[in-house]
Each structure stands twice: as C-alpha cells, then as structure tokens.
C-alpha cells in the first residue's frame, strides 16, 4: 500500500471483529517499529506483544482508553536502563516519549496496509500494566496499540485545515501550497 | 512508495545538495502530518516551514543538531493554548510530545516517498527558535525534521535485532514471529 495512501485512509478503530491476528502479521508491525529512528539510535524500547486472551482482558480492565474487544495489543515502553548507558538522563523523560511515539506511528500504518485496525491508547494505569506485563523498575509503558480486524471503521475525523496549523517562516504567515 | 518499504529504506541523511525543495512537496509533507493521529483528536500542534535561506541558516546556528545545509526545516510545535482548550493541563507535557511525534513520522515517511532527504532534531536552543520563528509563549517547538535532497544517504545503522526488543505478553518471553 502506498505511504501516502496508508496515512490519509488509516482510521483509529474502536470496535474489533473477535478474530485472531495472524502471528505473522505482528511480527511485520514489529519490524517496522524496528525501523524507526531514534535519537542517537538509541533504540531504547520495547515492544511486549499481549495475545493471550486473559492478557488482553487485564490490559483492558486498567486501560480506560482502550476500546472495543480487540484480540491483541502492543504496549511500546522505553528502556530506562539502555538509554541512560547510551544518553543521558537529562534527556530520557523527553526521548522515550518522543521515541517511542514514532515507531507506534510505524506500527499503526504498517497494521493499516497489512489490513488490520488500530488504535493508540494513551489512557492506562501504568503501574497496574507494569505489574501485569512483569516490567522491571527501568521499563515504563509509554503508549498502547490495540489491534485486530475492524468491526465497524469510522468516518474521518474532522481535521484542521493546513490554513489553521501551517505556517511559513515565521508563526502567523500563511502557508501557501503553491 | 510502498509504506514497509518507505520504513525500511529511510535513513536520516545529514548531507544535502544546494537545491531548493519544491513547495509542492513540502505542502504534500505537511498533508500527512495533518492525517496523523493525536489524543482525543485535539490536534494541538503548529508546523513551521522555513524556506528562506536566512531563516534556514539562523536555525542552524541555534540548533546543535543540524547538520549538513537543509535548504528547508519544518518545525514541529505543539500549541499548549488549544490543547488546554481541549484537553487537560495535567496530560498536555506527554501529549504535546507524543502527538507532535507522530506526526513527525508521518512527515519523514512522506519525504522519503517523495524523494526527499531527512533528519529528525531534537537538540536546538527552545528559547532561540521561538525567538527566531516570532512563535507566542503556549506554542513550543518540540521537534524540528531538516529537509532536502540528500548528497549522501548513510548505509542503515546498526539495529538492534526483534530478539532483543520484542517480548510476547510478558517482558522477557522470547517472542517468535512463527
């Protein structure tokens, strides 16, 4: 599937067919993550990937922001640990996120042309997750994708205009496309 | 550009030739920034496009980590004042990250679709470009992507194997992809 095409059609889906997600198509996810930068390509995350059935209904029970029933989930969490051998704690609070929230965007546009639903889930109880996912003390969940097959998938979204949110040179001066 | 493929083939070039970026595909760039995804769809982010030469070069004297001579940067910022609108203060510090993150992926992946060199920043001087981009107090640059046609693309860096980041439903469990 075309890049562009993958951004402008993939959905944040809410409501899940109960149909398993082929291993193999994670593992595809899970390469593209692999692929996305980071800074100093530190690479200070984890992807722990819940399949399992009670897992993912725990997951759901204290994560408030996850929706529907899927059949599988990613939780993507930064690794404390690495970056600190590697960067610097200064640094950490704002790379992990930043880090790990690129390589989510990889997973969900890798998911929409590999055919399934997503959605990034920001809403959880991280130290509920924490225990439930047996993470150590320097592993900290940042974000969560659901994933499985759509059951219904949702209009666009309504979307600011580049008008509203692009600027050229100096913040105020319209952006023009031509 | 297929989009695994676009994962896989992009790297983060810091050597660019002396020619301009056409508008059009910057403002292709900007198109799929606007289609990603953002908690509770705020949207809470602002992008400078900064293309005259004077501007792309007092960009880089306050940013340690540009390299090279872009002849184009788009500046990724969020707006605190829309997402306190929208959103909640306690949340804006890890949303405006993550969002803008997000939407900084989609504009490499689109780049490289298109033909285009670039490089994720991280390190600039906050106080400098806000200065420099006239940007109000609730707007903060949080990312800035240097854009351009590259003069070297860098052979793929070290990767860390899905051995040593992925974990099935729980941290440590080896995850197979079969």
């Known amino acids: 599937m075309d890049v562009l095409e993958a ?21 595809k996810m899970l390469e593209a993550a692999r692929w996305a930068p980071s800074g100093g390509n530190v690479q200070a995350w984890k992807f722990i990937v819940v399949r399992d059935s009670r897992m993912v ?81 320097y592993i900290r969940p940042e974000l969560i994708v659901s994933i499985g097959y759509a059951m219904n998938v949702p209009q666009p979204p309504p979307k600011l205009a580049l008008s509203e949110i692009a600027y050229a040179d100096k913040f105020g001066r319209p952006w023009k496309d031509e």
């Open 57 to 137: 209904q725990m997951l759901r029970i204290v994560s408030p922001g996850m929706f529907g029933e899927p059949p599988a989930a990613i939780v993507i969490c930064s690794d404390k640990k690495r970056y600190l051998e590697l960067g610097s704690e200064m640094e950490y609070e704002y790379m992990a996120v930043a880090d790990c929230a690129l390589a989510t965007e990889n997973l969900v546009l890798a998911a929409h042309s590999l055919g399934l639903a997503t959605c990034i889930v920001k809403s959880f109880a991280e130290a509920a997750v924490s225990e439930l996912l047996e993470l150590p003390k």
């Open 7 to 27: 951004m402008l059609k993939r959905r944040s889906v809410r409501s899940y067919l109960p149909k398993a997600v082929p291993r193999t198509l994670l593992g």
